[in-house]
């Protein structure tokens, strides 16, 4: 079946510095992949997608590419904030709006 | 709109109770989910509902979990006897059927502990 595999955290980064977060995934076909964040006290929220090969989704200074060819649809941010302190969430779609997570990581950005 | 609202935030049982935990989807949206977070197994769906009809209930763990939709506006997911390895974050989630995921909207979770 479908599945997501993250890195595992907890990452701990100082501000400004480069952000990677690892995801890979295993399925067939063509499904939408996303991350989701979910910062300290609230519910998950979308952060960005992208729907198709090669498709790159961006917001807030963070990036992710979808790759086929790899499986992969790893996270990026040029610089990071205080602010972005939070869990993040690979996730796959596929029909029916149901989505698979993955593990989630714990990223703490000291000042 | 106030977002999708659970309720309690926080509950504490001890072993063999019951637990009712709720949910108000945001108004419109005919499409609820109700997801677990543990830290061993990450964010697993239990249970999905379309139109208040539950369309797929394969990741409900064992019988002593249930969850009903009797109105567009409201959903229970229950525990009956509860185990102190129900521990988790209850997350509830809601969407407009077929507008995709970026329309999923989750709610803030109930921290369940069971002694």
């Known amino acids: 079946g479908d599945s997501v595999t993250q890195m595992e955290g907890p990452v701990t980064l100082s501000e400004e510095a480069f952000l990677t977060i690892n995801c890979t995934y295993t399925a067939t076909g063509y499904p939408s992949l996303f991350w989701y964040v979910q910062y300290p006290g609230e519910g998950l929220q979308l952060l960005l997608k992208a729907t198709k090969a090669d498709d790159k989704g961006s917001n807030k200074g963070f990036e992710a590419t979808y790759r086929k060819e790899t499986t992969s649809f790893h996270l990026e941010k040029g610089s990071v904030q205080v602010s972005d302190s939070a869990v993040y969430f690979c996730a796959l779609g596929r029909g029916a709006q149901k989505l698979v997570f993955g593990q989630g990581t714990r990223l703490t950005i000291n000042p | 709109d106030a977002g999708v609202i659970q309720s309690p935030r926080h509950e504490v049982t001890e072993m063999g109770q019951e637990v009712t935990l709720r949910c108000k989807p945001i108004?419109?949206?005919?499409?609820l989910f109700w997801y677990r977070q543990t830290m061993m197994r990450g964010l697993e769906l239990l249970i999905y509902?379309?139109?208040?009809?539950?369309?797929?209930d394969s990741g409900m763990p064992e019988d002593r979990f249930s969850a009903k939709m009797p109105n567009a506006s409201f959903s229970t997911l229950k525990i009956q006897p509860s185990e102190p390895r129900d521990s988790a974050v209850y997350f509830c989630?809601?969407?407009?059927?077929?507008?995709?995921?970026?329309?999923?909207?989750f709610g803030s979770g109930t921290q369940l502990s069971v002694l």
């Open positions: 509902f379309n139109n208040n009809v539950p369309i797929d």
């Open positions: 108004s419109g949206h005919n499409s």
């Open positions: 989630a809601s969407s407009p059927t077929g507008t995709g995921y970026e329309k999923l909207f």
